[in-house]
């Protein structure tokens, strides 16, 4: 489900916005920047400090991430379902992958919540439709980073 550009993005702009639902039915967006790619159709990211997400995923696992380069004005949107998983009870692979990549925030990890992928889908900007490559875009758009 994912492809090599869409674990690209993930891995490289993983600040991902996390799209909930909560019991009142209003939507809830909250960035997440703990997120590991576990498999081709399977992500996770720590609960560090999450009481609504957390909440509206137990009362609706449905949920929605995107991931934005923000470089190269390219999205990856995935839709699944999260499921929290305690620190305690997560499998060794999942908890020794968050050891690796985010040992400093270990002992602040409560929970895991993984998210088993039903689409996942490339957002690119209309300046593609326009015609501009994937390197001007890059270029211009690192030019203005470095301005700030």
């Known amino acids: 489900m994912l ?3 869409m674990k690209f993005i993930i891995r490289n702009f993983n600040a991902g916005a996390v799209a909930t639902v909560d019991a009142e039915g209003r939507p809830k967006v909250s960035p ?7 498999d081709h159709a399977t992500i996770a990211f720590a609960n560090i400090r999450s009481p609504g997400t957390i909440a509206n995923l137990r009362f609706n696992p449905t949920l929605e991430v995107c991931f934005t380069d923000i470089l ?3 999205a990856v949107r995935v839709s699944g379902a999260g499921e929290v998983v305690l620190v305690s009870d997560a499998p060794a692979n999942i908890r020794d992958s968050f050891q690796e990549g985010w040992d400093y925030l270990a002992d602040q990890m409560s929970a895991f919540i993984v998210i088993t992928l ?4 490339m957002i690119l900007s209309p300046a593609y439709d326009r015609g ?6 890059r270029n211009t758009n690192l030019r203005k980073l ?3």
Not at 32 to 38: D, E, N, Q, V
């Open 72 to 74: 190269a004005r390219k």
């Open 32 to 38: 997440k920047a703990t997120f590991l790619i576990l």
């Open 118 to 121: 039903t689409a996942a889908e």
């Open 132 to 137: 501009l490559e994937e390197a001007d875009l």
């Open 146 to 148: 470095n301005a700030l």
């Open 3 to 5: 492809t090599a550009e």
